[in-house]
């Protein structure tokens, strides 16, 4: 079992930053690909980003392409999502999710969740 904790989202102005991170714990995240998806409300939950177990690969999602960075740190056993040039249209709940059940990056089947960590941008 592994457990997903968000921290670093809050209130933010558009055009600027914020450093999304996503701490594990029960056991090593190593081995399993991990991702960003965010929810708007009235939304649906999308996928923003993921990365491969190794780090060598990511994907992102048209709309962050260029501006957000999806990073992890094994050693530590979390990942991070860097956030630039943030719009008003990011703003979102922010989860965290490990273990991609179908070993395609682009895929929205995650084993493990966290709770979510809230973004706001203002315009």
């Known amino acids: 079992q592994v457990q997903l904790v968000e921290s670093g989202g809050g209130l933010v102005q558009a055009g600027g930053s914020l450093r999304l991170s996503c701490a594990a714990s029960?056991?090593?995240?190593?081995?399993?690909?991990m991702a960003w998806f965010r929810q708007a409300p009235g939304k649906e939950r999308d996928l923003v980003a993921a990365?491969?177990?190794?780090?060598?690969?990511?994907y992102y999602a048209g709309s962050v392409k260029g501006r957000f960075t999806v990073s992890r740190d094994n050693g530590k056993n979390t990942v991070y999502l860097q956030m630039n040039a943030i719009k008003p249209e990011d703003t979102a709940v922010y989860y965290c999710?490990?273990?991609?059940?179908?070993?395609?990056?682009?895929?929205?089947?995650?084993?493990?969740w966290g709770q979510g960590t809230q973004v706001t941008v203002s315009s």
């Open positions: 029960g056991r090593t995240i190593s081995t399993y690909s």
């Open positions: 999710a490990a273990r991609n059940l179908l070993g395609v990056l682009s895929s929205t089947t995650y084993m493990y």
């Open positions: 990365i491969s177990s190794s780090g060598v690969n990511t």
